[in-house]
């Protein structure tokens, strides 16, 4: 019994443990709020004060960091924005008279990004089915030489004693 107990809780897991059985502090989300709130001057100070390749690289993750929020900033800017359609012909286009409203564009960037997301949690969930493939005998089962000299056990039909490789379904 308790063999097969450590098999299913890895040892390191003592503080998850702790915490469902005792929950956390009752200020634990404020003082979780007031240190992030912190976390932004002190980087602030270490970029400051780093120098150096270390200055170099801390530097380096901040422009990234930048750069990522402007693009994100103005996607939600477009995602809001409606814009003309292009005025020049295009091949195969429907004209005025059969549209009963001006051309418009949506910007939906944002918005296939969110359903993209969203699809990849819901497959997070999904049950993996093995995918079935032929294996070929020599793959799946191999010879057993054991002993000092490393011959062939005469056990099988085949004149071999042989053993399964691993599972054979993925």
């Known amino acids: 019994m308790v063999l097969i107990e450590s098999l299913e809780n890895p040892q390191g897991d003592y503080i998850e443990l702790h915490k469902k059985r005792h929950g956390r502090r009752l200020d634990y989300e404020e003082r979780k709020r007031k240190k992030e709130a912190r976390q932004v001057h002190k980087r602030s100070k270490q970029a400051q004060n780093s120098i150096g390749i270390k200055g170099?690289?801390?530097?380096?993750?901040?422009?990234?960091?930048?750069?990522?929020?402007?693009?994100?900033?103005?996607?939600?800017?477009?995602?809001?924005?409606?814009?003309?359609?292009?005025?020049?012909?295009?091949?195969?286009?429907?004209?005025?008279?059969?549209?009963d409203r001006e051309n418009t564009t949506r910007a939906k960037v944002l918005s296939n990004t969110i359903k993209q997301k969203r699809k990849e949690k819901a497959g997070k969930w999904e049950v993996p089915l093995p995918k079935v493939r032929p294996v070929a005998e020599d793959e799946m089962f191999r010879v057993i030489r054991s002993g000092k000299r490393k011959s062939i056990k005469a056990v099988e039909e085949d004149g071999y004693e042989s053993y399964i490789c691993g599972t054979w379904f993925h």
Not at 81 to 91: G, H, N, P, T
């Open 56 to 99: 170099k690289m801390i530097a380096k993750k901040n422009y990234a960091e930048k750069a990522q929020m402007k693009k994100t900033l103005k996607m939600h800017e477009e995602s809001s924005s409606r814009r003309k359609a292009d005025e020049d012909v295009q091949e195969g286009a429907v004209p005025a008279y059969l549209l």
